[in-house]
């Protein structure tokens, strides 16, 4: 079996760092052997954020964050390097060895995570049969009235939960231990929750948690499901909750998924925006009404993972539920969290009684489409909100908008977004700019988090090019080169001469990057490598060395002047005779030949 160390190194070694990379930031092509994008790691509006392609480093040159494919997985998702490790596994679908599990118990996690994906693809497929069952007439004729076709029913893969306990249990029961039905979140029993695990309840009194319901998967970001959400068919008292969902298991926690964002993805990606719904049904229906790029919250606010689940797809963002009713709450929670990560918000709002599932049905999808296409900005619709609750018509109630708005606009991390926001509210309340703007900068005083800015390199061309050519994998002869003037001491009194230095003496095979640098080393390295390889031939290397090997002379002429002199001084002229050949010898070695 193979050491962990050596399958993370396979592992590297067959992962394309643009790609893994691309699932978290739009990545463009910028070079021969770069891709830049906006880093998932500040707060930026230009693209600082480099990946090298044949290196497969990533490095920031706003923030200095830099690292391989596994620091990335480590920062971005907040886990640890074997977790990492496993994660790329599971993106490359490469089995992981056992022994690279860090101990039984986590093997043992993944082993029941394994087989709850396993049970609810049966329930999945068990449901979707029940649909078709004589005693689901009642559901398929529900499902009809709200316009869903076989073709959508079949894409959502919407089922029936039966009315009956024991029907799904007993179907699998069979093939799976007794334990992953506990774990399931599938079934129910009386003492639940005196006894969450179970250990006191025989299966055999365990029952369908959705009964009579009809059945809406949940998936995994990977198209997997992991849960369900289940409508009820009845109305009045006894129904029971309108949705009811799977509760938290090892494969399912509700703060962390995005309800359709399996199918949603490539084309927010494509599109480049996000409409954010309420319900599943409101997400279903702008789906299949053409819209595919929704997702829904799921009647609940964002969660700080969900926002940077979403962030790796888009920063910008539709809302389409009216902050202004019921979810008024949750929403403004959610819009809270989504402008602190820089997300461009945009508004659309219904009217009255319509949630976008009933104005797609009852207005059509070109309504829909209009309306999409004339989103409100949200701090308009803030500034007007806050006009309706405070007409600026005393000093006291401008105050009060200034005060309702405050908060809001301090939670702006650009700068210059903030600064244009308050300076319209200020046009708006009819309050000179520079009071509520000097009030803002009061306020937001402590957003000061500025990034630093990518510094002018203060390398020469030579520098670069030696650089370049000793980290150059693809052209030994090249490196070798570079490596003899290394040597020869011509990068001496250069600015990163010990940078130069120790980037000669490693073998061929070491990632330069890996190499315990200091910030400033990084960055510069980092730069080269990004920027420069390209541009670098023989012939600029022997420009380079030529100039270097010209600037050494003259440094030695001068040190060679010195020691005549000082030779002269002492009268030793046995030692003057060895200088003034080397001199002579320096310059005819100078001349053009
Ligand atoms: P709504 O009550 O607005 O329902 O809840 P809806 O989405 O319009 O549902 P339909 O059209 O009547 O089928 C909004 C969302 O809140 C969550 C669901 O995600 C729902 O889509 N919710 C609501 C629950 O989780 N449980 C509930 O009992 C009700
Ligand atoms: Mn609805």
Redesign the pocket.
């Known amino acids: 079996m193979a050491e962990p160390v050596d399958f993370a190194q396979n592992l590297k070694q067959q992962a394309d760092i643009v790609r893994v990379i691309g699932d978290y930031v739009k990545l463009r092509k910028s070079g021969a052997v770069n891709f830049t994008g906006l880093c998932p790691f500040h707060n930026e509006k230009s693209p600082s954020f480099s990946v090298h392609v044949t290196k497969q480093f990533f490095h920031c040159f706003g923030c200095g964050a830099s690292g391989d494919v596994y620091s990335f997985l480590q920062k971005i998702d907040n886990i640890s390097f074997p977790e990492a490790v496993k994660a790329l596994a599971l993106k490359l679908g490469v089995p992981m060895p056992k022994q690279a599990f860090s101990g039984p118990g986590e093997a043992a996690d993944a082993a029941l995570r394994g087989k709850l994906i396993d049970i609810h693809e049966r329930a999945t497929a068990f449901f979707q049969e029940q649909l078709r069952a004589p005693e689901a007439a009642k559901a398929r004729e529900y499902l009809a009235g ?1 316009g869903l076709d076989a073709e959508n029913i079949a894409r959502f893969r919407i089922g029936f939960a039966p009315d009956s306990g024991f029907a799904l249990r007993d179907r699998v029961r069979g093939s799976f231990d007794d334990h992953v039905l506990r774990q399931s979140g599938l079934f129910s029993w009386k003492d639940r929750d005196t006894d969450p695990e179970g250990v006191n309840t025989p299966v055999a009194n365990m029952y369908s948690r959705f009964r009579n319901r009809i059945t809406f998967p949940i998936c995994s970001e990977q198209g997997k499901v992991i849960a369900f ?1 289940a ?1 009820t068919l009845e109305t009045g008292e006894k129904a029971g ?5 799977s509760p938290e298991t090892a494969l399912y926690s509700k703060s962390r998924v995005l ?1 359709n964002l399996d199918k949603a993805k490539e084309v927010i990606r494509k599109v480049e925006y996000v409409i954010l719904v ?5 997400c279903i229906t702008v789906f299949t009404s053409g819209f595919q790029n929704v997702i ?5 606010a964002f969660t700080e993972t969900q926002v940077q689940l979403l962030k790796r797809f888009t920063r910008n963002i539709i809302v389409n539920f009216d902050p202004d009713t ?2 008024a709450a949750a929403a403004e929670r959610s819009i809270a969290m989504l402008l602190e990560e820089d997300f461009d918000i945009r508004l659309v709002s219904l009217e009255p009684g319509f ?1 976008p ?2 104005f797609i049905r009852k207005k059509g999808k070109d309504a829909y489409r209009e309306v999409l296409g004339k989103p409100q900005r949200y701090f308009d619709w803030l500034i007007e909100r806050a006009l309706k609750m405070f007409p600026p018509r005393s000093p006291e109630a401008r105050v009060k908008a200034i005060n309702y708005l405050l908060p809001h606009i301090q939670r702006i991390p650009n700068a210059i977004v903030r600064d244009d926001v308050a300076k319209n509210a200020a046009q708006k309340f009819g309050i000179a700019d520079q009071i509520l703007r000097q009030q803002l900068r009061d306020a937001a005083g402590k957003r000061s988090g500025t990034i630093k800015s990518a510094q002018a390199s203060g390398n020469t061309v030579a520098e670069k090019v030696l650089i370049c050519a000793l980290t150059d994998a693809a052209n030994p002869e090249l490196r070798q080169r570079a490596v003899e003037a290394v040597a020869a001491e011509l990068h001496r009194g250069l600015n990163n001469e010990s940078m130069i230095e120790r980037l000669s003496s490693i073998s061929l095979e070491t990632d330069p990057m890996s190499l315990d640098w200091d910030d400033a080393q990084r960055q510069e390295l980092a730069g080269v490598l990004i920027h420069g390889h390209e541009d670098v031939n023989e012939a600029l290397l022997d420009e380079t060395l030529y100039t270097l090997r010209q600037r050494r002379m003259e440094q030695r002429k001068r040190e060679l002047n010195a020691e005549i002199a000082e030779a002269e001084r002492r009268s030793d002229s046995g030692r003057l005779g060895q200088l003034l050949a080397e001199l002579k010898q320096l310059e005819r070695e100078q001349r053009p030949q």
Do not use: I, V, W
Not at 241 to 245: A, H, I
Not at 278 to 282: A, I, K, L, S
Not at 296 to 300: F, L, V
């Open positions: 709200r959400t409508r909750p309108k949705y009811l969902n309800f309420e319900g599943q049904m409101d829904a919250s799921s009647g609940t019921a979810g949630d599932d009933l």
